[in-house]
């Protein structure tokens, strides 16, 4: 029973302690984080490399909606 009150008690305190702490975290800005970073970082390599993944996935699936639009026709896909 003990147990239960000191874990229920530790939930409790870091709810309160997330939710005090909620504001100051709002202006946290993830670019400009990564703007300042050395060109040779790790994250810095990750972060690039996944914004041009996306970039390439946004102008793919772009082409293919245009190649849909232009046949007329809608894909059917394999059950």
């Not at 309160?16 to 984080?33: E, I, Q």
């Not at 914004?51 to 046949?71: P, V």
């Amino acid at each position: 029973m003990s147990r239960w009150l000191i874990v229920g008690g530790a939930a409790v305190g870091a709810v309160v302690l997330a939710r005090r702490l909620a504001p100051s975290c709002g202006g946290f800005d993830f670019a400009k984080m990564i703007e300042r970073m050395p060109d040779e970082a790790p994250p810095k390599w990750m972060y690039l490399n996944i914004s041009a993944i996306r970039a390439n996935t946004e102008r793919t699936l772009q082409l293919l909606e245009e190649q849909r639009a232009g046949s007329g026709t809608t894909a059917r896909t394999a059950a």
